[in-house]
């Protein structure tokens, strides 16, 4: 608030201040209610970590390079959450019992795979001029008793991002009876109806090559998994990719989590 002084010479003036600024530096009891304000230490998210600050490294705050290899990546992870790396090797991992040769013969059958740990077969194929849809299951077993139900997408495309986030979406947060679904898309912005038949059949043989290369990528990945009754559903879009995606995670219901791995395509709002 301001406030208006009387015409006063320089000395009054100053007194008149001094007993101003006394009167504000007062200990009150409604200066004493107030609670002391606690500074909390966060990380600069701007902060880069360099060689040079290596021993900071005790003090919590990790930061990741995004030109670093996915060996580095997951070694960092061993360090900066523990609990999440044993999850994700005792997922990527089947255990198989060490044997000696002594009983080797003996006990063969116990370091076999387990005989569910298969896909599916025939997988149920759905195609359209614009989308070709398969689906399969893998490590049918009706001795394994699975809890609730959680569905998960992961919108990729062939990228080292996309790829990572395939990874990360079946090795980390998939569990036993739950459904994976997986989009990808072929860019194109003409519409399909206004094709014609020799333009239908060149978008349907990329459609087909792309759905074919993510099943291949998928397979890879589940067949080092302990998991079993998991549905997988791999969809080979054709269109305008931000659209289409957005379109396909409305068309699935139930949800629980998107994940996104596509950083040549741009962001993804919505």
Same mark, same amino acid.
């Given at each position: 608030?301001?406030?208006?002084?009387?015409?006063?010479?320089?000395?009054?003036?100053?007194?008149?201040?001094?007993?101003?600024?006394?009167?504000?530096?007062?200990?009150?009891?409604?200066?004493?209610?107030?609670?002391?304000?606690?500074?909390?230490?966060?990380?600069?998210?701007?902060?880069?970590?360099?060689?040079?600050?290596?021993?900071?490294?005790?003090?919590?705050? #990790? &930061?990741?390079?995004?030109?670093?290899?996915?060996?580095? &990546?997951?070694?960092?992870?061993?360090?900066?959450?523990?609990?999440?790396?044993?999850?994700?090797?005792?997922?990527?991992?089947?255990?198989?019992?060490?044997?000696?040769?002594?009983?080797?013969?003996?006990?063969?059958?116990?370091?076999? !795979?387990?005989?569910?740990?298969?896909?599916?077969?025939?997988?149920?194929?759905?195609?359209?001029?614009?989308?070709?849809?398969?689906?399969? &299951? #893998?490590? $049918?077993?009706?001795?394994?008793?699975?809890?609730?139900?959680? !569905? &998960?997408?992961?919108?990729?495309?062939?990228?080292?991002?996309?790829?990572?986030?395939?990874?990360?979406? $079946?090795?980390?947060? $998939?569990?036993?009876?739950?459904?994976?679904?997986?989009s990808s898309v072929v860019p194109n912005d003409e519409p399909v109806e206004s094709m014609d038949s020799d333009e239908k059949y060149n978008l349907?043989?990329? $459609?087909?090559?792309?759905?074919?290369?993510?099943?291949?990528?998928?397979?890879?990945?589940?067949?080092?998994?302990?998991? #079993?009754?998991?549905?997988?559903?791999? #969809?080979?879009?054709?269109?305008?990719? !931000?659209?289409?995606?957005?379109?396909?995670?409305?068309a699935i219901p139930n949800l629980t989590m998107v994940i996104c791995g596509c950083r040549e395509r741009g962001l993804l709002k919505g």
């Amino acid at each position: 608030m301001e406030r208006s002084f009387p015409n006063t010479s320089n000395s009054n003036l100053s007194e008149m201040l001094s007993q101003e600024i006394e009167d504000l530096n007062k200990d009150t009891a409604e200066d004493r209610s107030v609670k002391e304000a606690i500074i909390v230490d966060k990380p600069d998210p701007n902060k880069i970590n360099t060689e040079e600050s290596e021993d900071d490294s005790d003090d919590g705050r #990790y &930061y990741v390079d995004d030109d670093i290899d996915s060996d580095e &990546y997951e070694h960092d992870l061993a360090i900066r959450d523990p609990v999440l790396f044993r999850i994700t090797e005792s997922n990527r991992h089947i255990a198989v019992k060490d044997l000696t040769a002594e009983d080797s013969h003996t006990k063969s059958k116990g370091s076999r !795979r387990p005989p569910e740990l298969v896909f599916s077969e025939p997988p149920i194929l759905i195609s359209r001029d614009d989308c070709i849809e398969v689906s399969f &299951y #893998y490590g $049918l077993s009706n001795e394994k008793k699975t809890g609730r139900c959680q !569905r &998960y997408m992961v919108m990729c495309g062939i990228g080292e991002e996309s790829m990572n986030a395939l990874r990360w979406g $079946l090795g980390t947060i $998939l569990r036993s009876g739950d459904e994976i679904h997986i989009s990808s898309v072929v860019p194109n912005d003409e519409p399909v109806e206004s094709m014609d038949s020799d333009e239908k059949y060149n978008l349907w043989r990329q $459609l087909d090559r792309n759905s074919k290369t993510m099943i291949s990528r998928v397979r890879s990945i589940m067949d080092e998994m302990l998991l #079993y009754n998991i549905k997988i559903v791999v #969809y080979s879009l054709a269109g305008k990719t !931000r659209e289409t995606l957005l379109k396909q995670i409305h068309a699935i219901p139930n949800l629980t989590m998107v994940i996104c791995g596509c950083r040549e395509r741009g962001l993804l709002k919505g």
